[in-house]
């Protein structure tokens, strides 16, 4: 048993003239490299607030609470409605497309559909979530346009309307998906009582599951405008860059985030009002994304404590 | 630094005034008793006495709860084992765990013997070799996989997994094998093995079992301690605790009138 | 046969002390009543169907429009020639180069702090105001849009530190664009790993460190790659941040080192629909190349989804 007593000695030995300095170094590296996330948080609201200041400082309110773009005419206008209207309007159509259809295939994925149907459907959804934006807008652009237009002969070849429908196709399966987490969540004994008690599966639906679900709908839905207000690409290719104040979802508009791309992939110089203006629009856009995934959190915390 | 030194003197844990809260709720009171060499003391009472607690303090384990608080001393072979000085890492090597559930590595068997010679610094090959059957032998193990030393642990059953388990703590070498209830998740047969290998294995080793099963204490055990409600009742030979306990509460929870 | 109505019309006795109540319940059971919701519940069931299916043929009509435009465009001329401003000339070389190229920075950077975050977070962090600040921070950050990256990317990268419209400046900025993805998907893996390990470990004398190394990451390791594939995919598809950096329109020189500038995927994409209103074959090109990316995402998603299977529930 020579040997034995050299392992422990080793072992022994080893534990004594070991300096264990990675229990002491290592938690700081991780902790450094934990800081990156919030310094990039503080790195964005630091350049948009720096910037936006500049901006805030040359316009005048009045201005800015106006209906009149004009970022390079000779003599430019800074009014943020027209962008934040096209924002709107272009959200707004996207969750008319989104919200009844990505609420319809999650009440038909946990209530109706088989658990093979559900296998088959979900990764289905999971790749329409993961085709890039760009793709959307290109076909936006390329495909829905034109055959709106043989609806709507009036249609300009760049519209709020066609974008808007494909980003709600764009965000069914946000809605989808949270929105049916949030139904299976629901306890099955309250379905099974429910249909025990002779309801059919859609009063169970709509009596019992949704109802006891509605935070986590609620904030799928709040997490999806989040999405469609902050979606560029398919916007700034299919809406195009009108600046004008309008109702008309026929018309071009420009939305918040289409302004920022237009702006940075022109030549707006550094150190002008026009570039000053970008950082506004985001630092708006920040905060309302912002705003609106809080609210989401909150919710869904909410409704988590409720069973 | 720390000297732990094996010595010949007789105890090897003397537990004395230990107290131990989770938050404010105190899940130990006022422990005292001691550990000796050689002997196979087991832990009885009933669930939430505290049992399972103790034991994971006598090797710091219970540390990893943040809200645990301690008070009083374990003197292990002399030494405080809360004392500054006193290194986990050291005092770990040197008593080993097995647990409720058999835990090994996803890795092969052989890395699983050798997880603990190889995080403490023993690199060469063939003496890890030899450490891996000498372990596997004393954990009565090792006819049944020295063929497939590089299959997956997982591959075996569940007491050959709790028998891997006990090897790979074997094979640091430790003065102390504390067991939680090592058999409260396998068979009959399965049990039964390891309570032979228990017996076998305390001519080397000092070891500490609680267990939920009386029968498993009157059988393996030399000495018995009975907690309840984070109070040590009663500790004494097994053979006393089971036919002439002194008190009333033990007698109780003996014959089966709760727990 | 029983008459259903019969089961509603029977007399049911109550006695409570010896008081004798009688209580009689008469439930008329009304069978178009019921035939009613049994019809709006299969009607409804149809229209859920639709609806799911809805997605489904949105995306079928999307894939063979996009095939049926890129048809002929597509071939190896076209992977291997550089831009031309002539279509029939025009290949996407330069553009996979600096797709290639950004995933070289971007795989790096954040496998190192997105893996070492969720390390933090899980391993070492106590459950105290600093993890949860930590992570609701990297929530929110999830949840800003692109663009704002790019804006981001724009002032830090571009200008700050001068690293122009170069694939570093792009990949910098894509990194912490896919950052919290990395950093949830991570701990989530993380999370996965059985506690009875980790006391495995620490029962043989580990310390901290050694049981993260030996035993988590061995083990959470397949969730931590299926997470970072899903974060380089969405990398791959994204344009906005790379727009906003101010990418040139054509690039005719392929990029050698990763100051120069790029042009990628997506952003030739982008470019050549824009520029349909002047040549409409861009559009074929543009389609040529959303096959060559859906393909580029579809292998690397199926690649994510064979870890992910193979690995799933080992304990």
């Known amino acids: 048993m020579k040997d034995n007593i050299s392992v422990r000695e080793t072992i022994q030995n080893n534990i004594k003239n070991k300096k264990n300095i990675t229990d002491k170094i290592m938690p700081a590296f991780f902790l450094l490299m934990a800081s990156i996330s919030v310094l990039t948080t503080f790195g964005i609201v630091l350049t948009l607030i720096t910037d936006a200041y500049r901006f805030f400082i040359a316009v005048p309110f009045s201005e800015i609470f106006s209906t009149k773009l004009a970022p390079l005419n000779a003599n430019p206008s800074f009014g943020i409605l027209p962008l934040i209207n096209g924002t709107l309007i272009s959200t707004l159509i996207a969750m008319l497309v989104a919200g009844p259809v990505g609420l319809a295939a999650a009440i038909y994925l946990s209530q109706f559909a088989s658990e093979r149907v559900r296998r088959t459907l979900k990764p289905i959804m999971e790749v329409l979530a993961g085709i890039p934006t760009i793709v959307y807008g290109f076909f936006a652009y390329s495909f829905v346009t034109p055959l709106l237009m043989k609806i709507i002969p009036d249609l300009g070849a760049k519209n709020v309307l066609s974008p808007g429908i494909v980003m709600g196709i764009m965000i069914i399966p946000l809605v989808a998906s949270l929105s049916e987490d949030a139904m299976n969540a629901v306890p099955e004994i309250m379905r099974e009582g429910a249909l025990g008690l002779g309801s059919t599966r859609l009063e169970v639906a709509l009596k019992v599951v949704i109802p006891s679900a509605i935070s986590g709908i609620l904030a799928s839905f709040v997490l999806a405008i989040s999405r469609a207000v902050g979606e560029t690409m398919i916007v700034t290719i299919a809406s195009g860059s009108s600046k004008n104040f309008t109702f008309d979802i026929t018309q071009s508009m420009q939305t918040m985030t289409g302004y920022i791309v237009e702006f940075t992939s022109g030549d707006a110089a550094t150190g002008t009002t026009g570039y000053y203006s970008l950082y506004a629009v985001g630092l708006l856009l920040f905060l309302f994304t912002m705003v609106m995934n809080l609210i989401a959190q909150y919710i869904s915390h909410k409704y988590r404590e409720e069973y | 630094m720390t000297n732990i030194e094996t010595n010949n003197h007789n105890i090897v844990y003397d537990v004395e005034g230990l107290n131990l809260w989770y938050g404010d709720d105190q899940a130990l009171k006022n422990i005292n008793m001691q550990i000796e060499k050689n002997e196979v003391t087991a832990i009885i009472g009933p669930s939430g006495c505290g049992k399972s607690t103790f034991i994971k303090t006598l090797n710091r384990m219970i540390e990893n709860i943040p809200i645990v608080r301690t008070s009083g001393e374990i003197r292990y072979h002399g030494k405080n084992i809360f004392d500054k000085s006193m290194r986990v890492e050291e005092l770990r090597t040197m008593v080993g765990m097995v647990f409720q559930k058999p835990n090994p590595f996803p890795k092969s068997i052989f890395e699983n013997v050798v997880y603990g010679p190889r995080i403490h610094g023993i690199k060469d090959k063939k003496i890890l070799m030899e450490i891996t059957e000498s372990s596997l032998r004393s954990a009565a193990l090792w006819d049944e996989v020295k063929d497939r030393l590089h299959d997956n642990a997982y591959g075996l059953s569940g007491g050959q997994q709790q028998r891997l388990c006990i090897a790979r703590c074997l094979a640091v070498q430790p003065d102390v094998i504390l067991m939680d209830e090592p058999t409260s998740a396998l068979d009959p047969i399965a049990t039964s093995k390891i309570e032979e290998l228990i017996d076998r294995l305390k001519e080397d080793y000092t070891i500490s079992i609680v267990t939920h099963s009386m029968q498993q204490a009157a059988r393996i055990s030399d000495k018995t301690a009975f907690f309840l409600m984070g109070e040590l009742i009663e500790f004494d030979n097994t053979k006393v605790i089971f036919s002439n306990p002194r008190d009333q509460r033990t007698e109780d929870y003996i014959t089966g009138r709760f727990g | ?315």
């Open chain 3, 1 to 315: 046969m029983m008459d259903f109505n019969t089961i509603g019309q029977k007399t049911f006795n109550l006695s409570t002390k010896g008081v004798k109540k009688v209580n009689t319940y008469k439930i008329k059971i009304d069978h178009d009543r019921i035939n009613r919701r049994i019809k709006l519940n299969n009607i409804s069931k149809v229209v859920f169907s639709l609806s799911t299916v809805f997605a489904l043929i949105v995306l079928a009509i999307l894939l063979y429009r996009i095939g049926v435009q890129s048809y002929g465009w597509l071939n190896f001329k076209f992977l291997t020639k550089n831009l031309s401003i002539f279509p029939e000339k025009a290949g996407i070389y330069g553009a996979i180069i600096g797709t290639v190229g950004l995933m070289l920075i971007v795989i790096p950077v954040t496998l190192v702090l997105g893996v070492a975050t969720a390390i933090y977070l899980e391993e070492y962090a106590t459950r105290g105001k600093m993890q949860a600040f930590i992570k609701i921070n990297i929530s929110n950050l999830a949840s800003v849009p692109s663009v704002i990256f790019g804006l981001l990317g724009l002032t830090v990268f571009s200008r700050m530190l001068n690293l122009g419209s170069s694939i570093l400046a792009g990949g910098l900025t894509m990194s912490l664009l896919v950052l919290p993805i990395v950093v949830v998907s991570s701990q989530e893996a993380i999370k996965a790993v059985p506690n009875f390990l980790r006391e495995a470990s620490y029962a043989m004398g580990a310390n901290k460190w050694t049981t993260v190394r030996k035993v988590v990451l061995p083990v959470a390791i397949p969730g931590i790659l299926t997470g970072s594939i899903l974060a380089l995919s969405r990398a791959i598809g994204e344009t906005a941040p790379l727009v906003v950096l101010g990418i040139p329109t054509l690039i005719l020189r392929i990029p050698k080192t990763i100051m120069d500038d790029f042009t990628a995927l997506p952003i030739q994409i982008y470019y050549w629909t824009l520029d349909t209103v002047l040549t409409a074959e861009y559009a074929n090109l543009a389609a040529a190349t959303i096959v060559v990316l859906l393909l580029v995402l579809f292998i690397m998603n199926s690649f994510a989804i064979v870890i992910r299977n193979k690995f799933q529930k080992r304990f």
